[in-house]
């Protein structure tokens, strides 16, 4: 079972950033769309950015103009750059490659999942 593999994840300060990174093996990375994903305790996991393989983004509305999400097609990795972090962000962040179909490859890929804490 392919996993995508995380880091970046910490405790940081309300207002302070972090940045998250997720390296998939080429295969996947280089036809996938990609995203960012969080749960919080006791709630719903819930898209947070996603890029797809062309570059275009999008973003939940909660992080739009705070978070970015970006990907190194050299190697491999997408990042999420989240700034002007709120308690409310605080939740396990999981990596996500969606494939197309026909390509032989799975539905869709997770990662581990990083523990992102906003916290004074």
Same mark, same amino acid.
């Given at each position: 079972?392919?996993?995508?593999?995380?880091?970046?994840?910490?405790?940081?300060?309300?207002?302070?950033?972090?940045?998250?990174?997720?390296?998939?093996?080429?295969?996947?990375?280089?036809?996938?769309?990609?995203? /960012? &994903? #969080?749960?919080?305790?006791?709630?719903?996991?819930?898209? *947070? =950015?996603?890029? +797809?393989?062309?570059?275009?983004? $999008?973003?939940?509305?909660?992080?739009?103009? #705070?978070? +970015?999400?970006? #990907?190194?097609? =050299?190697? $491999?990795? *997408?990042? %999420?750059?989240? $700034?002007? %972090?709120?308690?409310?962000?605080?939740?396990? &962040?999981?990596?996500?490659?969606?494939?197309?179909?026909? /390509?032989? %490859? =799975?539905?869709? &890929? /997770?990662?581990?999942?990083?523990? *992102?804490? *906003?916290?004074?």
């Amino acid at each position: 079972q392919v996993q995508l593999g995380e880091a970046g994840g910490g405790l940081v300060q309300p207002g302070g950033s972090l940045r998250l990174s997720c390296a998939a093996p080429l295969s996947i990375f280089r036809i996938s769309a990609m995203g /960012w &994903y #969080r749960q919080a305790p006791g709630k719903e996991r819930e898209l *947070v =950015a996603a890029i +797809t393989s062309g570059g275009s983004t $999008n973003y939940a509305d909660s992080v739009k103009g #705070r978070f +970015t999400i970006s #990907r190194d097609n =050299a190697k $491999n990795t *997408v990042y %999420l750059q989240m $700034n002007s %972090l709120k308690p409310e962000d605080t939740a396990v &962040y999981y990596c996500h490659a969606k494939p197309p179909r026909g /390509w032989g %490859l =799975a539905y869709d &890929y /997770w990662g581990q999942g990083t523990q *992102v804490t *906003v916290s004074s």
